[in-house]
């Protein structure tokens, strides 16, 4: 801190918390190192640059700079791209270039700044601006855009320059909107052992209303245990997103009937007899008699007879087996999950049967108790018990 606030731009340290008393002699090492790989990366854009220009990149044959970059560079096509674009970009930001050499801005930031400051190249096809106004608002923008990286990560910093770029031009902003609405995308695929794989890509909007909707789904519990990380939470908020839409009935019918999950089982794996088969899915995949005996103890069954070599002989109607005058004395006596702590409000919760309905249990409030998903699961599948006590309470056991 040798100089005074007021000092030039580029006189100013680049990372100015590592002269801060917290910072120890290890933690300012890899700052300046890091400072150091900043103003490598300026010099590599630098000279890439030159690189560029001179079409020295077309001696071994190379269509483009980028091409010649990706494979000579060993990146991927996009990051090639990038580091040329963000190159030629920086002739235009003598500011930056500047700052970045004086190790003050990392690559990302420079990257937000190149990429949010491309007045020109975005304006094909709508009112040209005046070639000298976009250079002096770029100008004005950059002192800005510098300023605001010192204290500001680069996802903050493109806020920063998105504001300027909506305020210069607004029309553009909204068709890179648009562009980036026509990037969407989301693959699911099934791995051998059955489970599924989701990646994807959403829009801004898309990704924000998302965002919302797991964020309200994942928070942690009070009967949450570290384990049970956010990454974890957000894979639950996303079935439980798909749970409370497939149970609000307000998805679209096919083949005549609200879209469900339909399980196919055995009276005798209802049962848990020993000995008896797993279930299966519509589509083929096989589920655990206990996974289907907690499906089953809030669900709608339609019973089929079969002749034994599972020829149906007869389809009886779908009911619910908890009927909706008992469902609502139930959250009218558990108001949500009834695990000791748990306070899953009723939407999240299915209807446990203390004993099973399967093994001749009542359907009944003093056999039932409202449990969340997890809670639910940890009396099915990983075999805890539970009691009700006489004055309504759940009491539970581990195995
Ligand atoms: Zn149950
Ligand atoms: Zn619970």
Not at 129 to 147: C, N, S, T, Y
Request: one cysteine or more.
């Amino acid at each position: 801190m040798e100089e005074p606030a007021e000092a030039s731009d580029s006189e100013a340290s680049g990372l100015a918390e590592k002269d801060s008393p917290e910072v120890g002699p290890l933690g300012r090492e890899y700052l300046d190192l890091l400072e150091e790989s900043w103003r490598l990366d300026a010099r590599l854009a630098t000279t890439l640059a030159k690189l560029d220009s001179s079409g020295e990149w077309r001696l071994d044959g190379s269509a483009t700079c980028q091409a010649w970059l990706r494979q000579h560079g060993r990146m991927t096509a996009s990051a090639a791209s990038s580091r040329v674009k963000t190159a030629r970009r920086l002739r235009n930001l003598p500011r930056t270039a500047e700052a970045f050499a004086a190790g003050e801005l990392s690559s990302d930031h420079v990257r937000v700044i190149a990429h949010g400051t491309d007045v020109a190249e975005s304006l094909d096809g709508i009112d040209r601006l005046d070639v000298e106004e976009v250079a002096r608002l770029v100008a004005e923008g950059e002192k800005v855009f510098i300023d605001a990286a010192r204290s500001l990560d680069p996802t903050r910093l493109r806020r920063v320059v998105t504001h300027w770029r909506h305020a210069v031009e607004p029309q553009v902003v909204i068709t890179d909107k648009t562009g980036r609405v026509c990037r969407r995308k989301l693959h699911m695929s099934q791995t051998l052992d059955g489970r599924f794989v989701i990646d994807g890509e959403l829009d801004l909007e898309g990704g924000t209303v998302l965002q919302t909707a797991l964020d309200a789904l994942m928070q942690p519990g009070p009967t949450d245990t570290p384990r049970r990380t956010a990454s974890r939470r957000r894979a639950d908020a996303l079935v439980e997103l798909a749970r409370q839409g497939l149970d609000g009935g307000r998805l679209p019918t096919a083949g005549g009937e609200k879209p469900h999950l339909s399980v196919l089982v055995y009276l005798e794996t209802l049962e848990a007899r020993t000995g008896a088969p797993a279930a299966e899915f519509d589509n083929g995949e096989l589920l655990s008699g206990e996974a289907t005996r907690r499906l089953a103890c809030d669900a709608g069954i339609s019973r089929i007879i079969t002749d034994g070599t599972s020829q149906a002989l007869d389809v009886g109607r779908r009911t619910p087996t908890i009927p909706p005058a008992i469902r609502r004395a139930l959250v009218v006596r558990d108001r949500g999950c009834a695990w000791p702590g748990c306070d899953r409000p009723p939407g999240w919760c299915d209807a446990h049967h203390l004993h099973h309905w399967a093994n001749g249990g009542d359907t009944r409030l003093d056999n039932l108790a409202l449990l969340c998903r997890a809670h639910h699961t940890k009396l099915h599948e990983h075999r805890w018990t539970a009691e009700l006590t006489d004055d309504g309470e759940l009491e539970v056991k581990p195995p």
